[in-house]
């Protein structure tokens, strides 16, 4: 599976951006997530879909600013991003995972098996 990030660039204090994550091939038991590595960080979960029920989980710390969805008849997964502030900037990956049905989505990094190259995020103040 090869994932292909977008949607990246800069921004003022207070905006908007969507990215978008492209899959090659997408599986009905796959999990998508979205992390994002800011300078000195480590990576960090921001949110995660189903992609068979599009259930989603997002991480506490963006919960009401930031919202992940799919669309699966383009093999997409989006992560729409506002009220954004210059401790969001980071690279942002998206990230794939085959899972049993029923699993819970991972906010660990190191089990998830396909990553995409990331795409830049600056917010300026």
């Known amino acids: 599976v090869q994932l292909q990030a977008s949607g990246g660039g800069s921004v003022q204090a207070g905006g908007s951006l969507r990215l978008s994550c492209v899959a090659s091939?997408?599986?009905?038991?796959?999990?998508m997530g979205w992390f994002r590595r800011a300078p000195g960080k480590e990576r960090e979960f921001l949110g995660g879909?189903?992609?068979?029920?599009?259930?989603?989980d997002i991480e506490d710390s963006v919960r009401g600013r930031f919202r992940v969805s799919r669309d699966a008849t383009k093999n997409t997964m989006y992560l729409q991003m506002n009220s954004l502030q210059p401790e969001d900037t980071a690279v942002y990956y998206c990230?794939?995972?085959?899972?049993?049905?029923?699993?819970?989505?991972?906010?660990?990094?190191?089990?998830?098996?396909?990553w995409g190259r990331g795409t830049l995020v600056t917010v300026s103040s």
């Open positions: 879909i189903t992609w068979r029920e599009a259930n989603t």
């Open positions: 091939a997408i599986l009905s038991q796959n999990h």
């Open positions: 990230a794939a995972r085959a899972s049993p049905r029923r699993t819970p989505i991972s906010r660990l990094p190191a089990v998830w098996h396909y």
